[in-house]
């Protein structure tokens, strides 16, 4: 269930699992904003809330939710000028080396996917990312690699595809290409972090690592400064 993991009077932090929408959609599912404003209500605070980004359906970690206009409005700035912090950890096929990701992508609505193409391609997005490789292990007999992520834009599936057009694909992102079996990808929001008109925050937390293939890698690989 979505929890509140830190809030001031302008914003606040929540934990969103993976499977549960960010916010309403057709599925009708009970979704993270409105699971966060009946805690509010049940805490005697206001219920006010607004989504300043967003994290997929099948991706668990952290989101940032404005409390008021002027917050909503200082925020979702710093994320049109990406300037809002957010990083991840990912499992992805392969023996991976650090590095940047540099792509093109198109979202395609058939599909539901995101696509690597040409920069001249209409409707296409320049994505870019930075990443870390903290270990690898082998599962089932095939290297799997533990990498932090850093992303320097915000595209639909950005770093599902990104790595899967590499022949990375995400553990257990069947929609990519993986081949290994699990109930989302291997994909956290593990910290959010801005500092502007008088907002900061600093706020980073680890997936469950009881669970694979999180639990694969020493807990002390899991880096989060």
């Given at each position: 269930m979505t929890r509140i993991v830190y809030k001031s009077p302008d914003f606040l932090i929540a934990y969103?699992?993976?499977?549960?929408?960010?916010?309403?959609?057709?599925?009708?599912?009970?979704?993270?904003?409105?699971e966060l404003s009946e805690e509010l209500f049940r805490l005697?605070?206001?219920?006010?809330?607004?989504?300043?980004?967003?994290?997929?359906?099948?991706?668990?970690?952290?989101?940032?939710?404005?409390?008021?206009?002027?917050?909503?409005?200082?925020?979702?700035a710093i994320?049109?000028?990406?300037?809002?912090?957010?990083?991840?950890f990912a499992v992805v096929s392969g023996a991976a080396q650090s590095g940047e990701m540099v792509d093109y992508l198109l979202k395609d609505s058939?599909?539901?996917?995101?696509?690597?193409?040409?920069?001249?391609?209409?409707?296409?997005?320049?994505a870019s990312l930075e990443y870390k490789a903290i270990d690898t292990q082998t599962y089932k007999g095939k290297p799997i690699s533990l990498v932090k992520i850093r992303l320097h834009?915000?595209?639909?599936?950005?770093?599902?595809?990104?790595?899967?057009?590499?022949?990375?694909?995400?553990?257990?992102?069947k929609k990519y290409g993986s081949t290994h079996r699990g109930s989302s990808p291997a994909l956290f929001a593990f910290r959010v972090a801005f500092d502007t008109d008088g907002l900061k925050c600093d706020t980073a937390m680890l997936p469950d690592l009881s669970e694979i293939p999180w639990s694969l890698f020493a807990k002390e690989k899991y880096e989060i400064n």
């Open positions: 969103k699992p993976a499977g549960t929408p960010s916010q309403s959609d057709k599925s009708g599912d009970k979704d993270a904003m409105l005697g605070e206001p219920r006010e809330l607004y989504l300043v980004h967003r994290l997929d359906r099948v991706v668990g970690g952290l989101l940032a939710f404005a409390r008021n206009k002027k917050s909503a409005a200082a925020l979702s994320v049109s000028d990406g300037e809002l912090c957010k990083e991840y058939t599909m539901g996917k995101a696509l690597v193409v040409d920069a001249t391609k209409k409707g296409a997005k320049r834009t915000g595209r639909f599936h950005q770093i599902r595809a990104q790595f899967s057009s590499r022949g990375m694909p995400l553990f257990a992102d």
